[in-house]
């Protein structure tokens, strides 16, 4: 697991992106396409075209990191094909990268009423 302060700010780059790109050519994007500064501290998110791949870049304040994960089956939930950015939570992320619909996710248990 990527090891994320839970206040860092987590931007999806809606859309697809050609993941043959590595760290150099996606920072670029975030700066071109995305209009954001990818050495500010924040996490940004990109989808290849077939749904299971995702990679992230993240400046943490040494240095550009990149990472990358591939489900083995099934495919990343991602927001419409629209161009554009999206924020979500780092707890969002997390379900995402287990593979989880982090739009919705549901309790399995219901807290005990005490009466």
């Known amino acids: 697991m990527i090891p994320v302060p839970s206040n860092v700010r987590v931007w999806l780059a809606v859309g ?13 994007q975030v700066q ?13 998110v990109f989808r290849g075209r077939r749904g299971d791949m ?7 304040g040494v240095g550009l ?17 629209a161009d554009g950015i ?3 939570s780092s707890a969002q992320l997390a379900y995402m990268l287990d593979g989880i619909d982090w739009r919705n ?3 399995t248990w219901r807290p005990s009423t005490a009466g």
């Open 16 to 28: 697809r992106t050609d993941m043959r790109r590595g760290m150099d050519g996606l920072a670029l």
């Open 32 to 44: 071109q396409t995305l209009a954001r500064d990818p050495f500010a501290g924040d996490l940004f």
């Open 54 to 60: 995702v990679k992230i870049i993240w400046h943490d």
């Open 65 to 81: 990191s990149l990472y990358a994960k591939r489900l083995e089956r099934g495919r990343f939930i991602w927001p419409s094909p």
């Open 86 to 88: 999206v924020a979500i």
């Open 105 to 107: 996710p549901r309790l």
